[in-house]
């Protein structure tokens, strides 16, 4: 008894036993499926390559901008988005977006730098305003600081020089009034004249005194001479003194008045100078907070300004005429061609809102809940105005490709296992069969969703197909042992149920056991993709089919054994007739092959080569396709919207608002960089840098803003910008500047050095520098066009790389787009590389096979050839369909070969098999195409309609995938019933028993002159 007979009896003989243990095996594979989580990233499709390498370089060494930061645009459309209806607008759904908790929640804190939270051209023509009103008012207060000030100097230096007169005037007459006592004194103690000792005191003082002075001293001195008493001796000294001197006091104490008046006028100009300063100061720190300005004084801006003073203001900023604050304006526009700089109309602009992420969202990546949530929550805050806000951004693309995965499979997978039970019933016509079927199937999606958990595979976008893929193929194992058991019973007359079941195993296991070995053979050479989700694909896929052999092979027909004995026990009759094989038209379809066969079989072989020679052609002109949009679903078909819950798909806008983001506007993760590293710092470097940026400003691929100037980020232009606004970095790049050219070309550390410390933001967004000070890397940052190809982007960035290479320098091209185009040149090494190793292993496994138990190779060899002939039908036909390579129909050339091998194994195994049973090989033919033929045209109606439900799935890639994969059964089955026939007639003449091709016409099924036929061949 061969291993095979013993196998296949253990699980006839021992059905209960075979039962319960594919029962617990089934428990704890599906164990695992909770654990399966959804996976959406296009990072996952990146491989180990050097501008990945790269990009992570550039991810850790430099700066572009806040941590985890992730910028959403949000497309503003409107008639005229600069009306000041629109402005006011759009400022008040930034309100919105700031008042709401979950929105919130997860802005940046602008506080905490210099980025805002939500940012666009009406907060710029807002804060410009501002400025301009501000800095209108800080003009006019200035002015008069000036004036004021210069006022209160000139004051200041007269009030001086005129105290300095009041105290000589002052001491003068101090002195005076001191020489006049004296002189009295002298006068009466002496008994002299008093008019003598005047003019002797007249002589001494820096006071000229008159004759009346001289009068009113003789007077004193005669009072003086006959005062009595100390007051008469006083009051004849006062008058001697403060008398003759009272023009000259009564001056002093006017000048004295008059001084102290212009010292109040003096403080009280100088507490209004203090109040001055404080308003410049105030208003200087106002200017400089205009960009933090709330966004209700934002809107009171606008709605102050009347419609002349608004268009003045938009030709200003948007004209060129705002320096930086015009440029930075100009990058929420439409690009070139959409928007004429300093129009006053535009129907669209950039809304730009950032998020703190809780780590890093790689363009490409998938964002986290809150942020998606958040995202979405800005959607539904766009309100009911005369704006439309489109939101694009990682959460909402994130979103939408995960409900895309999850409507998909509301859609797919029910309406797969539909017509599965449809088309099983039109070939079963019996429910018990049916319901076998349907729980076979999902036994075979809980082994390899837990197996996906257990292995920790996400679910991704590839594996939508997987679920469509495992139940065609198990159905098909279901076909063909229910058939073959059901022919063994009443075409046959083997009535005993577990005998049948145990010839059907026996007959077809063998066949069962090639087809999922080459199955998974053709599934695991995506092995060698460098594309990680294909490599899973493969292992899932190939895990699922060896699954579905088990469950098919052991479960199931286990199952039916004991159920079909119940049955009959208590008299119901389980003998069912076998698909195909009840005579009629399908049988005579069905023999279309093996006439042909008959009449010419060198004829069928020549034209399936001919029509294979335009499907080689048709493949070497298949297109490649690896991006963003390839993952975003179509709006759902109006018909969908009909569905009951919870089939009813959801609304897709990320796509379409993709093209129009990519048509008009700068995307905010559009850009691409060449990374140059060894010897940044090297005399001449910046020279290099700038030949180089003038070829990327030449590139056709380089974004350009709508005033044509293009947007590139380099060392050097940072290096200008800061030189116009900093004269220390001016002064240090102008020394170091040596042919006068305008690019420092030596001491280029000390010019990145002061770059730095003026700069340092932007400086560490083009410059890499290690802890210890050394600089290490530098790029030039380009922002692409959202209708760059990749193709385009990588050719013409490596060109600029190859051109900065030098002994001193290393340049790279890197960045999203770039490395989107190396995982499409990776799907095209998939197809070349996965084709040439499933279609040598197969071969050289069938044709092992086939010598071990057949004792001919050639039989292998012969089995393989349709699917080779099919594999260029099938490319060929998606040259046609305008279908090209995406990371699901990359897999087709391998998928061809592992599905459309069974067919052919089925069709020899049975033709090897009827040949010993039948004299004839005609009779053989027409017994496997009409027996197993029958079978396989069941499973492929099955498999054909459970892909083709994939054409009404949202993801384009799987819409094709679904129609290719339908057509690539198709193509599998016809050749297996049309061409094989003729190439096993060929085999057999030549390797086989050729004396059974000679058997007489009327010892044949199919009548016809076999002679001649022979004979013709």
Do not use: C
């Not at 209108?136 to 020089?161: D, M, V, Y």
């Not at 005037?169 to 004194?185: E, H, K, W």
């Not at 060198?602 to 499907?615: D, E, K, M, N, T």
């Amino acid at each position: 008894m061969s291993a095979v007979d013993r196998v296949v009896g253990a699980v006839t003989d021992h059905s209960r036993i075979a039962i319960a243990v594919m029962l617990v095996l089934t428990a704890i594979m599906g164990a695992g499926a909770g654990a399966v989580e959804q996976q959406s990233s296009l990072d996952q499709f990146q491989s180990d390559t050097p501008e990945s390498d790269a990009s992570a370089f550039i991810d850790e060494n430099f700066a572009s901008g806040p941590e985890n930061v992730t910028s959403v645009q949000i497309i503003v459309r409107d008639g005229n988005v600069l009306s000041s209806e629109s402005l006011i607008e759009t400022l008040e759904y930034q309100q919105r977006l700031r008042s709401d908790p979950q929105v919130n929640a997860t802005l940046v804190n602008e506080s905490a730098g210099e980025t805002p939270a939500t940012f666009g051209v009406a907060n710029l023509l807002a804060q410009s305003a501002l400025r301009q009103e501000v800095g209108g008012e800080l003009r006019r207060t200035s002015a008069e600081f000036e004036q004021l000030n210069e006022s209160i100097q000139t004051e200041r230096r007269a009030l001086e020089a005129n105290a300095t007169e009041l105290r000589q005037f002052s001491d003068d007459v101090n002195a005076t009034t001191a020489a006049l006592r004296a002189g009295l004194t002298r006068a009466v103690e002496t008994n002299a004249s008093a008019t003598a000792v005047f003019e002797e005191t007249n002589a001494e003082t820096p006071i000229d005194l008159d004759a009346s002075d001289a009068a009113t001293f003789e007077r004193a001195a005669a009072q003086l001479r006959n005062a009595s008493t100390e007051r008469e001796q006083e009051a004849a000294y006062r008058l001697g003194t403060e008398g003759v001197l009272r023009d000259e006091l009564t001056r002093l104490q006017e000048w004295t008045r008059t001084l102290d008046q212009r010292r109040a006028d003096l403080r009280e100009q100088g507490q209004r100078l203090e109040t001055l300063g404080s308003q410049l100061q105030s208003l200087r720190q106002e200017l400089e907070a205009v960009q933090s300005a709330s966004l209700d004084r934002q809107i009171e801006t606008i709605r102050s300004l009347n419609e002349t003073e608004l268009d003045t203001l938009v030709g200003t900023v948007l004209g060129g005429e705002a320096g930086a604050a015009s440029e930075q304006a100009l990058r929420f526009m439409p690009t070139a061609g959409y928007y004429e700089p300093g129009s006053t109309e535009a129907n669209a602009t950039v809304l730009l809102v950032s998020q703190q992420a809780e780590t890093a969202v790689a363009p490409g990546g998938v964002a986290g809940e809150e942020i998606t949530d958040a995202q979405l929550a800005m959607q539904d805050l766009a309100g009911d105005g005369e704006l439309e806000f489109l939101v694009f951004g990682s959460g909402i693309i994130t979103e939408e490709i995960n409900q895309s995965m999850s409507d998909s499979m509301a859609l797919v997978g029910p309406l797969a296992l539909l017509f599965v039970i449809v088309a099983l019933a039109v070939g079963y016509r019996d429910l018990l069969d049916i319901v076998l079927g349907v729980l076979g199937i999902a036994a075979v999606l809980v082994w390899t969703f837990g197996f996906m958990g257990w292995a920790n595979i996400d679910f991704n976008q590839v594996f939508i197909a997987v679920p469509v893929l495992l139940i065609g193929l198990s159905i098909d194992y279901a076909i063909h042992i229910f058939m073959r058991h059901r022919e063994e019973r009443f075409e046959m007359g083997n009535g005993s149920l577990r005998e049948s079941m145990r010839v059907a195993l026996g007959g077809v296991g063998i066949a069962l056991a090639l087809v999922t070995a080459t199955t998974v053979i053709g599934f695991l050479s995506n092995l060698v993709s460098p594309v990680p989700p294909i490599r899973e694909f493969g292992v899932v896929s190939s895990f699922g089919i060896a699954a579905a052999f088990l469950v098919f092979g052991v479960l199931t027909p286990a199952l039916k054994i004991e159920i079909d004995e119940f049955l009959e026990a208590r008299g119901i009759d389980r003998k069912k007739r076998a698909i195909g094989t009840g005579g009629g038209r399908l049988s005579q379809t069905l023999k279309i092959g093996a006439l042909g066969a008959k009449r010419s079989a060198p004829a069928v072989i020549a034209v399936a080569l001919l029509i294979s020679a335009g499907g080689v052609y048709g493949a070497t002109q298949v297109d490649t396709s690896f991006a963003q949009e390839d993952f975003l679903a179509e709006d759902p078909p109006d018909w969908t919207q009909n569905l009951p819950e919870p089939f009813t798909p959801g609304e897709y806008n990320a796509k379409a608002n993709l093209e129009y983001v990519n048509e008009r506007f700068q995307r905010q993760d559009a850009q691409a960089s060449v990374l140059i590293r060894d010897g940044v710092a090297d005399d001449g470097t910046l020279e290099t840098i700038q030949r180089a940026q003038r070829e990327v400003a030449s590139l056709e691929i380089t974004q350009r803003l709508s005033n044509g100037q293009p947007s590139i980020r380099t060392p050097l232009t940072v290096l200008n910008e800061t030189r116009e606004r900093n004269a220390t970095v001016d002064s240090i790049a102008t020394r170091a500047d040596t042919d006068g050219d305008g690019v420092p070309d030596r001491n280029l550390t000390a010019v990145y050095g002061a770059l730095f410390e003026a700069n340092p933001q932007d400086a560490s967004a083009v410059l890499a520098r290690s802890d210890d000070g050394e600089y290490t890397a530098a790029r030039i940052v380009v922002d692409l066009k959202g209708t760059a190809s990749g193709a385009e982007t990588t050719e013409q960035l490596r060109g600029v790389a190859e051109t900065i290479e030098g002994e001193q320098l290393t340049a790279i091209a890197t960045g999203q787009t770039i490395l989107f185009e190396i995982v499409q040149n990776q799907l095209l090494e998939t197809v070349l590389e996965s084709l040439l190793i499933t279609l040598v292993s197969v071969f050289a496994f069938l044709m092992i096979v086939y010598r071990l138990t057949d004792g001919s190779a050639t039989l292998g060899f012969v089995t393989l050839i349709p699917v080779a002939l099919s594999v260029s039908w099938i490319l060929g036909t998606m040259y046609l369909a305008g279908i090209p390579f995406n990371v699901l129909t990359g897999m087709i050339t391998s998928l061809t070969v592992g599905l459309g091998v069974a067919y052919s194994i089925h069709i020899s195994e049975r033709y090897n098999q009827e040949l010993e049973r039948h004299d004839s090989a005609w009779a053989a033919l027409e017994r496997s195409v009409t027996g197993t033929g029958g079978a396989l045209l069941g499973s492929a109606a099955t498999t054909v309609g459970g892909f083709g439900t994939l054409s009404i799935a949202l993801l384009p890639s799987l819409q094709q995938f679904g129609i290719i994969t339908g057509l690539t059964i198709i193509y599998a089955f016809l050749a297996s019933v049309l061409v094989l026939p003729s190439l096993l007639v060929v085999w057999t003449r030549l390797v086989g028993p050729a004396e059974k091709l000679d058997v007489p016409a009327d010892a044949d099924s199919g009548g016809g002159d076999v002679g001649t036929a022979a004979s013709s061949e």
